[in-house]
């Protein structure tokens, strides 16, 4: 399968809230970092990342470009509430073996009503 597919299939796993599809997409090995968070390291913790945040908040990701170079494709993205982001996919055998996303950490949580660091709200 192709990087640019297998974002496609991640976008549509994501947006079903769907944890077990999402987390079959990496490697066992695999490290996702949100560079808002700390990276998380392996299959199982990156499924307990995905759970607890779609407990959370409820989101959406609406792909507005799918590049592919090589291993890697690379998916820019808008959400319903007005956040951007791009994620960066390096993909191994089929598997998402890293991934980096960028995105706005203060506007998620206010968009999402979530408290604030250090705010206490």
């Not at 609406?62 to 993909?91: H, K, Y």
Request: proline share 6%.
């Amino acid at each position: 399968m192709e990087p640019k597919d297998l974002v496609e299939r991640w976008v549509e796993a994501f947006n079903r809230a769907d944890v077990a599809a999402l987390s079959a997409l990496y490697a066992y090995d695999a490290i996702n970092h949100q560079v808002a968070e700390s990276p998380v390291a392996g299959r199982a913790a990156i499924a307990r990342m995905f759970r607890t945040d779609f407990a959370a908040a409820e989101m959406t990701c609406i792909p507005e470009n799918i590049f592919q170079g090589g291993e890697w494709a690379i998916l820019e993205w808008p959400d319903p509430l007005g956040l951007r982001g791009c994620g960066f996919f390096r993909v191994v055998d089929g598997k998402i073996a890293f991934q980096r996303d960028y995105w706005d950490r203060l506007l998620f949580l206010k968009a999402h009503g979530l408290p604030l660091p250090g705010s206490g709200k």
